[in-house]
């Protein structure tokens, strides 16, 4: 396997919707990575990292309502989100493309690889993370909760500094796109169709509190292809706990490809 050159210094980003934090000039595959509630691309500046002497380049999606897209309305619906991202998304498919999402996101890129395939077009691995399958019935009402309730809830979770926890004025610009992501995860409703036949990995940890182990390995009822879990040690953020073995898991999937 040879190492693609990386840039040395970001390449200017081609629209409001993804964000290359370390171009490849070949990469081998293009990893399309979909951020948790209220998060933003730039959660996944280490995996973007971590995978680019590997020769795969880290897409990451910027949801709009935040960070430079503050101004923006932010997206009603999974629907909504997934059809005016897809534009974008397809001027990056002309060379293989994985998808990875992590807890609204792993709903967002299983629905954009639904679209994908319905197009056409069908991404050499899909990996899916600290999300429930969609055929387990679920009623997400984060955003029914006051701003008290709603951080008790996040803190919890572990997902988020505890510094930030404490800074009102960073809270007042968070807390809208963490309420706004849940709302549209509470309004989500899956719509049975056929299985994907795409590669799917799902990635769990095994003290996650929204996410018991069984209910993360009945994404097998709508993958039609190879499939697999891999089940890390940690919470519902184990990502952020365990980077290398998600790295490695992400690794071993795209070896064909890489």
Known sequence: MTTPTATRAPAPVSDAWLRRFRPLQAAAV?????????????????????????????????YPGRQERRAEP??????????????????????????????????????????LA????????????????????????????????LISMIARLQG???????????LRMVLPALRSDYELAGAYRYRPGEALRTPVTVLTGDRDPNVPVRDACRWSEVAAGPFGVCVLPGGHFFLNERPDEVRAVIEGALADAL
């Open 74 to 115: 932010f997206a009603r619906s999974v629907e909504e989100l997934v059809e005016a991202l897809l534009p974008e998304l397809r001027q990056w498919t002309g060379r293989p493309f994985a998808l990875f999402g992590h807890s609204l996101g792993a709903t967002l890129a299983f629905e954009t690889a639904r679209r």
């Open 118 to 149: 319905g197009l056409g077009e069908r991404p050499v691995h899909l990996f899916l993370s600290g999300r429930r399958a969609p055929t387990v019935p679920r009623r997400d009402t984060g955003h029914l909760l006051d701003d008290h309730a």
């Open 160 to 170: 988020t500094e505890p510094a930030v926890l404490r800074d009102e004025e960073l």
């Open 30 to 62: 293009r990893l399309v990575c979909f951020p948790h509630a209220g998060g933003s691309a730039s959660s996944y500046l280490t995996l973007a990292s971590s995978l680019a002497p590997l020769g795969v380049e880290v897409l990451a999606v910027q």
